[in-house]
């Protein structure tokens, strides 16, 4: 038989059920999501991989050029440091043996020493001699100093022991930041004489200044016990402790990541040699993300565009695809609801046609007793019960012939005689079949509309089987109206195969649970006043025509029945 | 009608019997038979008009019967009874051959009706 998609009828109203319908569609949002999900993924995952590489080649690249700059900057401030402090102490040690102890003996002479000093090299701020019992026996510069005893310095003891001394920095009695480089000269009596010059602190500020343009946020630097030697941006002020610890020992120069409130920080450092002094500089890098935002602008959009892009397209087609399998499924569930159904009513067919043949024989026999005795008793003119056993057998035969009606109809409902084959105009027939119940109409009030096309194909068919087929139709929806009621015909051509014939009427409607049945014999929501055959028997016409029968109802909107013939008589089927 | 003879055949023994009582008793000679086999020897040695066999009967069936007698004697007439609506695809044209068909049960006087209706076929012009 040909499928309900392929005629165009929608036959739902036998296949629904409310709670498999939400179960059904909790599995195809359940697959739809993973749909969206898988595809999501495998179309996201290289994206994202992708941009993440390149945040981290990115971020690989900037530290490196971090540390770079970072640390060619700490090599050249400490070469510049290194070169600072060992020209002065140079300077010192030429001064100290290049003079006669006694020449520098001389205020005026130190004095002039100073002003060579100044001139040459700068930073110089006053100089002193001291003897090795720690008394400054001599001084020039900005205070007075002379007289000063150092012997309980560490200074003093240092530079005793080492013969140069670069000191930490300190305010001192001058109260600015300054160290002070001291050398000893081993005199030939076998004393010492200790020449003293303070620094001022300036010098190695201004060279950490010019070198650190760019490479670092913060330069600074601090003595072997963590103290800053000169003013920190953020990481203490002057002679203060500073924040961050201080770094293990190295001769190289070194770039570390130092953890710092909840941050990190790229300290480069290097000690320099022949003084307590660590330069430190130091580089926050945790905005690179933003940097790499702002860099990447143009990939990044693309980025974004694209995964809109895909996740438009992934959800369009996930839903598409679902559609798809839904439709699907439906049309198979439809298929072989079709299927089962067409079997059910064949074996019941079958069944009802066995049981009526089988009935009918002994009906026969029952009838021609009971006619026997009719006869006999009618010819028995003296019998004395001849009136009651006549009127009885009249029951008798009565009961046979209602009984075979029954059957009959039964048997009718499998009945294979091969249908004619005329070309017949259904809009002429269908008036034909509403005039014989022309009296009913009219005597109830119902008004029977037509909606006939003018250009409809005949269909080649046999005229008894679609009057049988219509009538029944027509006659259940009579029984359907009430009083007053309307009842529509229309025919149409569906498709190039079939012709449509619906039979509307304004009745009650059939519930969803009778629909399932309706076609089935001996199913009648008439009562005792229907043998339930009426349905099925025109459901078997239509189906051994090569037609179709649906119906389309809702309670309280009254009932359609679409009749599909076709348009050319088909083989008979089974 | 009265000058006709009827052989009634069914492997219900009991209703063709019953039927040959009530037909004699309506003045119509009919004999009864349980199967095929024994009829068609009954119309071999006797004399029938018409002949009335059930579709559905063991040895042989209804269309066999009519087979053999359309072979043998074509002027006899054929009613076929059954309580079937119709036999399988094969036979249905065969059953339309028959010169009449009747659904169990009828009543006698629609088998008389049928069988004058046989009768009466052969004697109308053919169109």
């Given amino acids: ?172 009695h001058r109260h600015f930041p300054h160290f002070v480089i001291s050398v000893k000269r081993e005199l030939e009596s076998g004393q010492f004489v200790i020449l003293r010059g303070t620094i001022d602190m300036e010098m190695l500020t201004y060279q950490i200044a010019i070198r650190n343009r760019q490479g670092a946020d913060d330069a600074f630097v601090v003595d072997h016990d963590g103290i800053l030697q000169t003013q920190s941006q953020s990481h203490g002020d002057l002679l203060d402790p500073c924040s961050l610890p201080v770094p293990p020992f190295s001769p190289e120069i070194e770039v570390i990541d130092q953890p710092h409130n909840g941050g990190h920080l790229l300290v480069g450092y290097s000690y320099i040699e022949q003084s307590p002094f660590i330069l430190m500089a130091v580089r926050t890098y945790d905005d690179h993300f933003t940097d790499w935002l702002r860099a990447h602008s143009d990939l990044i959009g693309f980025f974004v565009g694209s995964v809109i892009l895909i996740i438009i397209v992934v959800f369009w087609s996930s839903s598409f695809l679902v559609r798809q399998i839904r439709a699907s499924d439906e049309r198979r569930a439809k298929m072989l609801h079709n299927i089962e159904y067409t079997n059910k009513m064949a074996t019941i067919g079958r069944l009802a046609a066995s049981v009526a043949h089988e009935i009918n024989n002994p009906l026969a026999i029952i009838n021609e007793k009971a006619g026997l005795l009719k006869d006999l008793a009618e010819h028995a003119e003296d019998h004395p019960y001849r009136d009651k056993s006549i009127a009885s057998v009249d029951s008798i035969i009565q009961s046979v012939e209602r009984c075979s009606a029954v059957t009959h109809r039964l048997l009718g409902f499998t009945r294979r005689m091969e249908p004619g084959h005329e070309m017949i105009d259904l809009r002429i027939l269908l008036q034909e079949v509403v005039g014989f119940l022309g009296k009913e109409a009219a005597h109830r009030n119902i008004e029977i509309q037509y909606h006939f096309p003018d250009d409809l194909p005949t269909v080649e068919c046999d005229r008894g089987w679609l009057q049988q087929i219509f009538l029944n139709l027509v006659n259940n929806a009579f029984g359907a109206v009430e009083r007053g009621g309307q009842i529509a015909l229309s025919v149409e051509r569906q498709n190039h195969a079939y012709v449509a014939v619906r039979v509307r009427d304004s009745g009650s409607g059939i519930s969803e649970e009778n629909l399932q049945h309706i076609f089935e014999p001996f199913f009648s929501t008439k009562g005792q006043f229907g043998t339930g055959l009426g349905l099925s028997i025109t459901y078997g016409l239509v189906q051994k025509l090569g037609g179709e029968i649906k119906v389309e109802s809702r309670e309280g909107e009254g009932s359609t029945f679409v009749v599909l013939i076709p348009i050319k008589a088909v083989a008979t089927m089974e | 009608m009265k000058n006709l003879n009827l052989l009634l055949i069914d492997d219900e023994l009991e209703l063709v019997t019953t039927l040959v009582e009530r037909l004699e008793i309506r003045g119509i000679q009919a004999e009864a038979a349980s199967n095929g086999r024994d009829a068609l020897e009954r119309v071999r040695q006797g004399h029938f008009d018409v002949v009335v066999a059930d579709l559905k009967m063991p040895i042989m069936s209804g269309i066999e019967v009519m087979q053999t007698l359309r072979e043998e004697f074509p002027d006899i007439k054929v009613v076929l009874i059954t309580g079937h609506g119709s036999s399988d695809d094969s036979s249905q044209q065969m059953v339309e051959r028959a010169d009449g068909l009747l659904l169990k049960p009828f009543s006698i006087d629609s088998l008389i009706e049928k069988v004058n209706e046989v009768v009466h076929l052969g004697d109308m012009p053919h169109e």
């Fill in chain 1, 1 to 172: 038989m040909n499928g309900a998609e392929s005629n165009g009828i929608p036959n739902g109203e036998m296949t629904t059920s409310t709670p498999g319908l939400q179960r059904e569609s909790t599995r195809y949002r359940k697959l739809w999501r993973y749909s969206v999900l898988l595809t999501s993924i495998v179309a996201l995952m290289p994206l994202i991989v992708m941009m993440g590489v390149n945040n981290l080649q990115y971020r690989r690249t900037t530290q490196s050029e971090m540390r770079y700059d970072l640390s060619r900057m700490v090599s050249d401030t400490k070469r510049s440091l290194e070169f600072v402090i060992r020209e002065r102490v140079s300077a010192l040690q030429l001064v100290i043996s290049d003079n006669n102890t006694s020449d520098l003996r001389d205020d005026e002479a130190l004095a002039r020493v100073l002003k060579h000093l100044k001139a040459s090299f700068g930073g110089f701020v006053d100089l002193g001699l001291i003897d090795d019992d720690g008394l400054q026996r001599h001084y020039v510069g900005p205070y007075n100093l002379k007289g000063t005893n150092y012997s309980e310095e560490v200074w003093f003891h240092e530079v005793m022991l080492r013969g140069v001394n670069v000191s930490n920095v300190f305010l001192g």
